[in-house]
């Protein structure tokens, strides 16, 4: 059931048993397999393929929310696999739920509303992240993990399975756990991605000043920025740190809260 209002660009697909809504865009090449529930202001970049028995633009799990024109917009050649969410954003948030590019969103993961993903990110089946929550490039959630509302995920960062998070993950940072808590760098990612040794090599020695040197933390963070100020991997770290203006931060289990 397409809906005449529905916008289709060139050789979209739709497969039996799927509702299109009257607002909803589906850009060059977007294929939907069947079963599936499109809604909402919704738009879908172009090679996007979405599998049976998912859900996007539905209305967001939030009781403020009263029929307001929100929506939902994903990226290019992104998968969205069976039985996935993603709902639509609020007015006291973002107004839109966004999904990059070329990501991979695996089944029975949710997406809240005013979610902000970015590019070529993985979540893993059975991935949930709370409303607000924003998700860096190429960070990878791993499968039944979780998300507490309002967080950040940093680019490249990796989030082992089952675990939850309950405060910003720093980029290049590993949370794993129950409580997550910070577990190093994801020195894998990062060479897998094709960061540079000395690149490497200056995130580890921050890393270990930022979290195991002397002083506050503020004092931390303006060593680590003065010692590194010109590789941006460290900088990106100094700045997500800084700009979390004293919100919940994954540490390690060694460090103490100043």
Do not use: W
Not at 77 to 100: A, D, L, P, Q
């Amino acid at each position: 059931m397409v809906d005449s209002k529905a916008r289709l660009g060139e050789g979209v697909r739709v497969g039996p048993f799927t509702i299109v809504g009257p607002d909803v865009v589906l850009a060059d090449n977007v294929t939907i397999f069947s079963h599936s529930i499109i809604t909402g202001r919704t738009e879908i970049g172009a090679g996007t393929r979405i599998y049976p028995f998912v859900n996007i633009g539905g209305e967001p799990q939030d009781v403020t929310y009263k029929d307001e024109p929100t929506g939902v917009k994903i990226g290019e050649r992104c998968t969205i696999r069976e039985n996935v969410t993603i709902h639509r954003g609020t007015m006291r948030g973002h107004k839109i739920t966004t999904v990059g590019d070329n990501c991979l969103i695996m089944v029975g993961s949710h997406i809240a509303h005013d979610c902000v993903l970015g590019d070529n990110v993985t979540m893993v089946n059975g991935a949930t992240i709370g409303g607000h929550v924003e998700v860096g490039d190429y960070a990878i959630l791993g499968g039944l993990s979780g998300v507490q509302q309002r967080l950040r995920i940093g680019a490249h960062a990796f989030v082992g399975g089952h675990s939850g998070i309950g405060g910003d993950l720093i980029p290049f940072g590993i949370g794993v756990g129950r409580g997550a808590r910070l577990g190093g760098l994801n020195l894998v990612g990062l060479k897998r991605r094709g960061f540079s040794r000395e690149a490497i090599h200056a995130l580890r020695g921050a890393y270990k000043a930022i979290f195991f040197g002397e002083g506050t933390l503020g004092e931390r963070l303006d060593a680590a920025a003065s010692q590194h100020a010109g590789v941006p991997e460290v900088m990106s770290v100094v700045q997500f740190i800084r700009d979390a203006k004293g919100g919940p931060l994954c540490v390690p289990r060694e460090e103490t809260e100043d």
